[in-house]
């Protein structure tokens, strides 16, 4: 098993969870992030004011899938959250040691 965190653009995150869904994937916890990159935030005029934003609005993606998923999965996030523009975010891929379904105790990817 593999733990997958995708750090995405909000705007691309439905794309990203209907590819998710084509393949397969059945569960996914999702957060509402703020950080940068190599972007390094960006300045905005608000009342006539300029101010810089820092912190980037994102979306965090988590996935814990069975191995053959893995790949597919991240072929997928790739495909629908990639734009070619500075920002696009990341993809972390971590192993998984074990799972444990807490209503019933299931353990593994039984659990998934």
Do not use: C, W
């Amino acid at each position: 098993m593999k733990k997958i965190e995708a750090i995405i653009q909000p705007s691309r995150f439905e794309s990203v969870k209907d590819a998710l869904r084509e393949i397969g994937v059945e569960g996914m916890t999702v957060t509402e992030v703020r950080g940068h990159g190599r972007q390094k935030g960006h300045t905005e005029i608000y009342r006539g004011r300029e101010y810089s934003v820092n912190l980037i609005p994102k979306v965090k993606i988590e996935l814990v899938l069975p191995e053959p998923l893995v790949e597919k999965a991240v072929e997928a996030i790739l495909n629908s959250a990639q734009t070619g523009n500075i920002g696009d975010g990341k993809i972390f891929i971590y192993p998984a040691a074990d799972a444990i379904r807490i209503r019933n105790s299931d353990r593994g990817e039984s659990a998934l």
